[in-house]
C-alpha cells in the first residue's frame, strides 16, 4: 500500500467546489469545450477594434504605457504639494488628488461639523487660495490631474480652472478626470449632499460645461471601487457600475445633450482584487459589456462612444494591519492584474495604508512596483497576452453573463435610481460582504497573516503623522481669506449661484464667477442646499 504525502499546512484540498470570490465555480481543468458555443470573432477581435474586449487602443502599452497616477493628498495644500512634487520627481506621470471629508461633502475648514477632520484623510480645499497653493509650480497644461470628488465636483473643478487661468494656462489643454459618481456615495461610500435628481442635474451641466470649455476632462468616473471595498463581488462590480454609466448616459440624452458629444468622455474607475485571473476576466467583460450597452441600446455612432477607459486601483480593503509588508505583494498582484486587463492609468497602494496615511517610503515602494512591471516584467510587451486561454476566456464570457443578469433584475425595477431607493443595489452588497467575512472567519477563506500564517509579535512599522496644528492654521487661514474679499461682488456671486439652481440654467459658468468672487467650497455648497435640501437616506427595513 503507498504511503499517503503528508499535506503542507495551510494548504486547501482541491474539489470541484472551488470558486472565485463571485462565486463562479471554477474546473479542475479548463478545454475547448468550456467555450462550446462562444463567437470568437464576435467576441474577441483585434485590439482597437469593437467591442474592444482586447483593448481600447491597437497598440495598447507597445504604443505608451498606462499612466502612472499615484493618489495623495494630507494634511494642508503645502504639505500635500510636496508630495506631489515628490511622486513626480521619482517618475509618477500624472496626478491624484484625495480631499479630506468636509471639502467633499462641502464644508469649509471652519465649520463646527468639519472639527478633527480637516486634513485628516485628504488636503483640506476651502478656496482658490487652497487650490492655487496646492498646485505651485506644477504646470497645469503638462500633467493630467484626477480629482476624487463627487458632491463637489463642480467646485474643484471650477477652481482648478481658475488656478489654470491665473497661472496662464490654456483651459482648454487641460488633461484629468473629475470622479463626479454621486450614484456610488448613495450606493456605498456616503459622501453625498443633494438628493439624486438635483446632483444628475449638477452632473449634467457639468457634462455640457465641459464639453464646450475643457475638452480634454473627463467629465465622470464612473466608480466600482468603492462598491468593491464596501464588499461587492467582481461580477457586482460590473453590473452595478455599469448600469450606474447608463443612467448618467440617459440623464444627458434626457438634459438634450448628444450622445457622441459627452459619451467620449466618460470614464471608469475600478478595483483590482487579488482573484488574479478573476480581476483580468473582469476588465475585459467589463469593457466588451459598455461598448455593446453604447452601440446598441444608446445608438451611440462614434467609436469613441464605445470605448470604456478606466482607472484601476488597487484593493484598499485587502490590506492587512497584520504583517503589513506583505501589502506589497497583494498590490503588485493586483496591479499585474490591472496591467493584464487593460487598464489606462494605475494607482498602487502603499502596504502600511491598513494603519495610517502613507509615508513617503511607502508611497515610493508603490510607485516602484508600477515601474518593475512596466520595465521588467515584460506584460506590457504583448496586447492582451492571456487571451484565448480557456480559463481567462470562460471567466469573461460568465462574469459579462452574471453582470447581464443584476442589469435586467436593475431594469425590471425600473432602474438603477429605483434600485437605490429600494436597497436593492446597497443589500446584494452587503450580503456579498458578509458571506466574503463569514469565509475568513471560518477560515474557508485565507487571509495570511491574519486567520493564517499569523506571528505572536508583530514588527513596528513607522507612520506618516498628520501635525495637529494644521487644522487650527487652515481654519486662521480660511477666515482671513474671507476678511479681505470684495463683499459686494462675493454676495452676487452666490446669489447667481442661487438662482440659477431655482433656474434652469447651467450652474457652471455661476460656480466658475463664484470662485472668481473668492466665495469658498461650503459657500458655493450652501448656496445649492438652500434651493436643493440635503439626501436623506432611506432605511430599508
Known amino acids: 500500500m503507498a504511503e ?25 481543468l479548463y478545454t475547448p469545450a468550456d467555450l462550446e458555443g462562444w463567437d470568437y470573432d464576435r467576441d474577441l477581435n483585434y485590439p482597437g477594434e469593437f467591442p474592444y474586449t482586447r ?68 488636503v483640506a480645499i476651502d478656496s482658490i487660495e487652497d487650490m492655487m497653493r496646492l498646485f505651485d509650480g506644477i504646470n497645469l497644461e503638462k500633467i493630467s490631474t484626477s480629482m476624487t470628488i463627487n458632491a463637489t465636483a463642480s467646485i474643484l473643478l471650477a ?113 483590482a482584487h487579488s482573484n488574479f485571473l478573476e480581476e483580468v476576466a473582469k476588465f475585459r467583460a467589463a469593457r466588451r459589456m459598455w461598448a455593446r450597452i453604447m452601440h446598441d441600446h444608446f445608438g451611440a455612432k462614434n467609436p469613441k462612444s464605445w470605448m470604456l477607459r478606466f482607472h484601476t486601483q488597487t484593493a484598499g480593503s485587502t490590506l492587512t494591519a497584520q504583517q503589513p509588508e506583505n501589502n506589497i505583494v497583494r498590490t503588485a498582484l493586483q496591479a499585474m492584474a ?16 491598513a494603519l495610517a496615511l502613507p509615508t513617503e517610503q511607502s508611497a515610493g515602494i508603490a510607485l516602484r512596483t508600477q515601474q518593475v512591471i512596466a520595465h521588467e516584467s515584460g506584460a506590457a510587451q504583448a496586447i492582451d497576452p492571456l487571451a484565448g486561454s480557456y480559463y481567462v476566456e470562460s471567466l469573461t464570457n460568465q462574469i459579462e453573463a452574471g453582470a447581464r ?27 456579498a460582504a458578509y458571506e466574503y467575512q463569514r469565509a475568513v472567519d471560518h477560515k474557508e477563506a485565507i487571509v495570511v497573516g491574519v486567520n493564517a500564517f499569523a506571528l505572536e509579535e508583530e514588527k513596528a512599522v513607522p507612520l506618516q503623522r498628520i501635525d495637529e496644528s494644521l487644522e487650527r492654521k487652515q481654519v486662521e487661514r480660511v477666515r482671513a481669506f474671507r476678511a479681505q474679499r470684495d463683499q459686494a461682488k462675493w454676495q452676487a456671486a452666490l446669489k447667481a449661484v442661487e438662482d440659477t439652481a431655482r433656474g434652469s440654467g447651467n450652474l457652471m459658468p455661476v460656480i466658475v464667477e463664484a470662485v472668481e468672487a473668492h466665495a469658498t467650497v461650503g459657500e458655493i455648497s450652501d448656496a445649492m442646499r438652500r434651493v436643493y435640501g440635503e439626501y436623506q437616506e432611506t432605511v430599508v427595513i
Do not use: C
Open 405 to 431: 443578469e443584476y442589469l435586467g433584475k436593475i431594469d425590471a425595477m425600473g432602474g438603477t435610481l429605483k434600485a437605490i431607493e429600494r436597497g436593492f443595489i446597497q443589500q446584494e452588497i452587503q450580503n
Open 338 to 353: 490591472a496591467v493584464l486587463g487593460g487598464t489606462q492609468s494605475l494607482h498602487t497602494n502603499s502596504f502600511d495604508e
Open 4 to 28: 499517503s504525502k503528508p499535506k503542507a499546512a495551510g494548504a486547501t484540498e482541491l474539489t470541484d467546489e472551488q470558486q472565485t470570490s463571485s462565486h463562479i465555480s471554477v474546473h479542475r
Open 159 to 271: 477652481l482648478y480652472i481658475v488656478t489654470a487661468r491665473r497661472t496662464g494656462r490654456d483651459v482648454r489643454k487641460l488633461s484629468g478626470t473629475i470622479q463626479n459618481d454621486v450614484l456610488k456615495e448613495y450606493i456605498a461610500r456616503g459622501t453625498y449632499i443633494y438628493p439624486p435628481a438635483q446632483a444628475m442635474r449638477i452632473i449634467t451641466d457639468i457634462f455640457s460645461y465641459a464639453n464646450d470649455n475643457v475638452p480634454e476632462w473627463n467629465t465622470i468616473s464612473i466608480s466600482g471601487y468603492h462598491m468593491r471595498e464596501a464588499g461587492s463581488t467582481a461580477v457586482q462590480e460590473v453590473a452595478f457600475t455599469l448600469s450606474n454609466g447608463m443612467t448618467y448616459v440617459q440623464a444627458a440624452i434626457d438634459a438634450g445633450l448628444d450622445v457622441d458629444k459627452f459619451a467620449p468622455r466618460l470614464s471608469f474607475f475600478f478595483n
Open 55 to 122: 483593448g481600447v487602443q491597437a497598440t495598447m502599452y507597445r504604443g505608451r504605457l498606462w499612466t502612472m497616477r499615484q493618489y495623495a493628498g494630507m494634511g494642508d495644500a503645502e504639505e500635500s504639494n510636496r508630495r506631489y512634487k515628490y511622486l513626480l520627481s521619482n517618475g509618477t506621470t500624472g496626478l491624484s488628488v484625495a480631499f479630506d471629508l468636509p471639502t467633499q461633502i462641502g464644508m469649509d475648514s471652519d465649520s463646527p461639523m468639519a472639527l478633527g477632520e480637516v486634513g485628516k484623510v485628504g
